[in-house]
């Protein structure tokens, strides 16, 4: 759904308008901006939050993947600025929250399940796109396909529990928590409210 930027930050407001909507092809659980595309990915979790079984991929170092992110270029002639169909996928782990791109090279999932310890997987955003000549069919057109995986794994940053949209700026991650939201409230005594930082360790 997209609504007007303005009535979004304005603090004055406790509600929103609609203005309109397209097709994901995914849940649409989170977004990201980089490089003139918009990357909307899904929270996949077999309790509750299950996926379209279309998603449901092996990769290519044998694990299951669940959950899909797809890319839309931002294009002044599309409706709303985005193109209908998008340009690429990428297949990824379940209980993503949110992702970012670092300027080391790396793609950074948000991941956390319950009150558990949240996760940063970091992936190397080359290696990612090398040699890959998988293909995804999205409304009967095919489109690239890449895998995160044990093959393009980085490393793992342990953070506090409910960890979910993420940004980056140098080698810094921005993190906000969903725990003092009014549906689990514990963080608002504990410091969920505040939008935590995390330096990223050199490789």
């Known amino acids: 759904m997209l609504c007007f930027k303005s009535s979004v930050i304005d603090s004055d407001n406790d509600s929103?308008?609609?203005?309109?909507?397209?097709?994901?092809?995914n849940n649409a659980d989170f977004c990201y901006v980089y490089n003139d595309q918009?990357?909307?990915?899904?929270?996949?979790?077999?309790?509750?939050?299950?996926?379209?079984?279309?998603?449901?991929?092996?990769?290519?170092a044998g694990e299951k993947n669940n959950a899909l992110i797809t890319v839309f270029d931002l294009a002044t002639g599309g409706q709303f600025g985005v193109d209908a169909i998008p340009t690429k996928a990428y297949s990824i782990t379940g209980a993503v929250q949110g992702m970012c791109i670092t300027d080391n090279g790396e793609f950074?999932?948000?991941?956390?399940?319950f009150f558990l310890s949240s996760r940063l997987y970091f992936y190397n955003y080359d290696a990612v796109h090398y040699i890959q000549d998988n293909t995804f069919f999205i409304d009967g057109k095919?489109?690239?396909l890449y895998f995160m995986d044990n093959d393009t794994f980085t490393?793992?940053?342990v953070v506090p529990p409910k960890a979910e949209g993420i940004d980056c700026y140098g080698n810094t991650v921005y993190i906000v928590f969903e725990s003092a939201s009014n549906r689990f409230v514990l963080g608002k005594f504990i410091g969920g409210d505040y939008v935590y930082r995390f330096e990223i360790p050199n490789q």
């Open 38 to 60: 918009l990357y909307i990915g899904e929270y996949y979790h077999s309790l509750k939050y299950r996926t379209d079984p279309s998603h449901h991929l092996t990769t290519p």
């Open 16 to 25: 929103t308008r609609v203005i309109g909507s397209f097709d994901a092809y």
């Open 155 to 157: 490393r793992t940053m």
């Open 108 to 113: 950074a999932l948000s991941t956390s399940v």
């Open 142 to 144: 095919p489109v690239p």
